[in-house]
């Protein structure tokens, strides 16, 4: 899961410049997504999704495990495995942008808590686009019990990396 879990708070980081929705709104005169959402974010946190991936493979070619637990690898070979690599980033952060623009929708300003979807909107965007490029490799190497565990660890992490983005003045709220 690092190749999702890295891309948002690498957006947040590396992030800021013009909007990905160009300042523009919809007819209700909402933002389609705010200034939070950025194409230097996109691009920095895609790009340190495909670093920690490829760090991954490249610990896995070696044989690397932790604590006699054989990690999965990405597919099939550096290219495919940079593939899968490259839809959980995306989509991690495609899921993300996806739930801002229904939080915009829903008259919630940046930064405003939702609850869950917070926590786990960018996990369901990578594995929806995960699964839908490569179905056979996310059944294989997402178990009933690897989900459960993502679904139960995810939020723990993603409120603890929040409020340490928040202590370093990353972000403006530590939710």
């Given at each position: 899961?690092?190749?999702?879990?890295?891309?948002?708070?690498c957006a947040a980081v590396f992030g800021g410049g013009r909007p990905i929705d160009g300042g523009h709104t919809l007819g209700d005169g909402r933002r389609i997504l705010g200034d939070g959402k950025t194409f230097r974010g996109l691009f920095a946190g895609i790009t340190c999704g495909l670093i920690v991936g490829s760090l991954?493979?490249?610990?896995?070619?070696?044989?690397?495990?932790?604590?006699?637990?054989?990690?999965?690898?990405?597919?099939?070979?550096?290219?495919?495995?940079?593939?899968?690599?490259?839809?959980?980033?995306?989509?991690?952060?495609?899921?993300?942008?996806?739930?801002?623009?229904?939080?915009?929708?829903?008259?919630?300003?940046?930064?405003?808590?939702?609850?869950?979807?917070?926590?786990?909107?960018?996990?369901?965007?990578?594995?929806?686009?995960?699964?839908?490029?490569?179905?056979?490799?996310?059944?294989?190497?997402?178990?009933?019990?690897?989900?459960?565990?993502?679904?139960?660890?995810?939020?723990?992490?993603?409120?603890?990396?929040?409020?340490?983005?928040?202590?370093?003045?990353?972000?403006?709220?530590?939710?």
């Open positions: 899961m690092l190749p999702a879990y890295v891309p948002n708070p991954q493979v490249k610990l896995l070619s070696s044989g690397f495990d932790f604590f006699g637990i054989h990690l999965p690898s990405f597919g099939t070979g550096y290219a495919g495995s940079m593939k899968v690599i490259f839809t959980m980033a995306f989509g991690s952060l495609f899921g993300d942008m996806f739930m801002s623009f229904f939080k915009r929708r829903m008259g919630l300003k940046r930064g405003a808590p939702l609850p869950v979807v917070d926590q786990l909107d960018f996990v369901f965007g990578a594995w929806l686009l995960t699964y839908l490029s490569y179905p056979q490799w996310f059944a294989s190497s997402f178990s009933f019990w690897i989900i459960i565990t993502v679904l139960l660890i995810t939020p723990l992490l993603h409120l603890a990396t929040n409020i340490f983005g928040y202590i370093i003045g990353v972000k403006k709220e530590p939710w």
